[in-house]
Antibody, heavy 117, light 108 residues
Framework: EVQLVESGGGLVQPGGSLRLSCAAS????????MHWVRQAPGKGLVWVSR????????NYMDSVRGRFTISRDHAKNTLFLQMNSLRAEDTAVYYC??????????WGQGTLVTVSS | EIVLTQSPGTLSLSPGERATLSCRAS???????LAWYQQKPGQPPRLLIY???NRATGIPDRFSGSGSGTDFTLTISRLEPEDSAVYYC?????????FGQGTKLEIK
């Protein structure tokens, strides 16, 4: 069974940093592109970032590029999202997601990031 | 940049009825990369349809997808109370993965 378990969310002040982790199990982690998708409270889904199978290629949504860094560790089957210079508008539930041919077939339960003073 | 617009915003139907949800793209997109998701309160989204019309694993055949170009449809036949949720369409193109704003389906 595919499992994606996020951790690392919490309350942080504007300008602060957080590092999200996603522990993957039940599948060959190194064979899949992985993503972060977020959802602000009461709002819709927004794709944030993706990373290629081997970690050599990454993409970001415009508003986080230069502030967020996605990475992966195949020895630990873990996906990361380093978030710096956080803003109030980054407040959201962050989902770790696996993709197949452009669709998101497996989702974690999410971790809540709250940016507030 | 492709924008996906879903309609209606809210749909209220009775059990046993048919629901038709629309997703319109701002420009023509590949059917191969059009997906639909269901999200219930407090849960992560669940993939329903990929490639515009292919049901994901475990999805009942009451759910079907269709469309091409700029207009795509998710149809739910024989509505059941557990179908109450928000439904999102999503596309993949040019290293972007836009979502529609969602349609809330209420079962009376």
């Amino acid at each position: 069974e595919v499992q994606l378990v996020e951790s690392g969310g919490g309350l942080v002040q504007p300008g602060g940093s957080l590092r999200l982790s996603c522990a993957a199990s039940g599948f060959t982690f190194s064979s899949y592109w992985m993503h972060w998708v977020r959802q602000a409270p009461g709002k819709g889904l927004v794709w944030v970032s993706r990373i290629k199978t081997d970690g050599t290629y990454t993409n970001y949504m415009d508003s986080v590029r230069g502030r967020f860094t996605i990475s992966r560790d195949h020895a630990k089957n873990t996906l990361f999202l380093q978030m710096n210079s956080l803003r109030a508008e980054d407040t959201a539930v962050y989902y770790c997601v696996r993709s197949v041919n452009g669709s998101f077939d497996s989702w974690g339960q999410g971790t809540l990031v709250t940016v507030s003073s | 940049e492709i924008v996906l617009t879903q309609s209606p915003g809210t749909l209220s139907l009775s059990p046993g009825e048919r629901a038709t949800l629309s997703c319109r793209a701002s420009q023509s997109v590949s059917s191969s990369y059009l997906a639909w998701y269901q999200q219930k309160p407090g849960q992560p989204p669940r993939l329903l349809i990929y490639g515009a019309f292919n049901r994901a694993t475990g999805i009942p055949d009451r759910f079907s997808g269709s469309g091409s170009g700029t207009d795509f449809t998710l149809t739910i036949s024989r509505l059941e109370p557990e179908d109450s949720a928000v439904y999102y369409c999503q596309q993949h193109t040019n290293s972007k993965y836009p979502f529609g704003q969602g349609t809330k389906l209420e079962i009376k």
